[in-house]
């Protein structure tokens, strides 16, 4: 089974206008950090905005604001006034508890491509 | 903030080349560095994790022979792709944790290297 999952692949904003990235996870781990990374064409991981497994308030960093529904395991990103420089590739990411062999890794879904039309 | 730098970014090679890839952390001391590949429009899977001072641990499925890892100091990890073959062209991308890192703190990812064999 897939430990993130974003259903979207492809996603089309006007600009100015808000977008929700889906983002649904599966763990067992009572301690788990969900992240939200941007990937523009050039390759860079640019992180934008992190959730913690025990955090009652939703995270907002800026624009982007993070929809935290821990009972239905979903952690979506919200970007508001959305800009042409924000067309690129989205990925949430989950860490859970610390294990020994992976010490902390990150687990990517499959990313959902962003695109905002002028 | 931190800051993780990859080198190089692209590489041309012929095959049965060995490519080396070097990953730096240039602020901070890096334990543990991981290092993952990325197929065009697929997501990130991580290849390895690796300590310094110790061999890395791999993944299901990826040839430590084929991919030698080396986390030599805390500031450094290379990746050496030996004997490439077509194949093995991706994009390979680095990041790195420091000692003591919390749950909460995002990976830093380096700008990643297009690995291309003819």
């Known amino acids: 089974a897939q430990k993130i999952t974003q259903t979207q692949p492809g996603m089309f904003v006007q600009e100015k206008e808000a977008v929700t990235l889906d983002c649904t996870y599966d763990?067992?781990?009572?301690?788990?950090?969900l992240f939200w990374y941007k990937q523009p064409s050039s390759g860079e991981m640019i992180f934008l905005i992190y959730?913690?497994?025990?955090?009652?308030q939703n995270a907002t960093e800026g624009r982007y604001s993070l929809n935290f529904q821990k009972a239905r395991k979903s952690a979506n990103l919200v970007i508001s006034a959305s800009q042409l420089g924000d067309s690129a590739m989205y990925f949430c990411?989950?860490?859970?508890?610390?294990?020994?062999?992976?010490?902390?890794?990150?687990?990517f879904g499959k990313g959902t491509k962003l695109s905002v039309k002028p | 903030g931190a800051v993780v730098s990859q080198h190089p970014s692209r590489v041309i090679c012929k095959s049965g080349t060995s490519v080396k890839i070097e990953c730096r952390s240039l602020?901070?001391?890096?334990?543990?560095m991981f290092w993952y590949r990325q197929f065009p429009k697929q997501s990130l899977m991580l290849m390895a994790t690796?300590?310094?001072?110790?061999?890395?641990?791999?993944e299901q499925g990826v040839e430590k022979d084929k991919f030698l890892i080396n986390h030599a100091s805390l500031t450094l990890s290379t990746l050496t792709v030996t004997s490439a073959h077509p194949e093995d062209s991706s994009f390979y991308i680095c990041?790195?944790?420091?000692?003591?890192?919390?749950?909460?703190?995002?990976?830093?990812f380096g700008d990643g290297t297009r690995l291309s064999i003819l």
């Open positions: 990041s790195a944790r420091g000692e003591g890192a919390s749950s909460n703190q995002p990976q830093h």
């Open positions: 763990t067992s781990d009572q301690s788990y950090g």
């Open positions: 959730q913690g497994s025990y955090d009652e």
């Open positions: 990411a989950m860490r859970e508890g610390l294990r020994a062999r992976s010490q902390g890794n990150l687990i």
């Open positions: 602020d901070f001391q890096a334990t543990t």
């Open positions: 690796s300590n310094e001072g110790s061999k890395a641990t791999y």
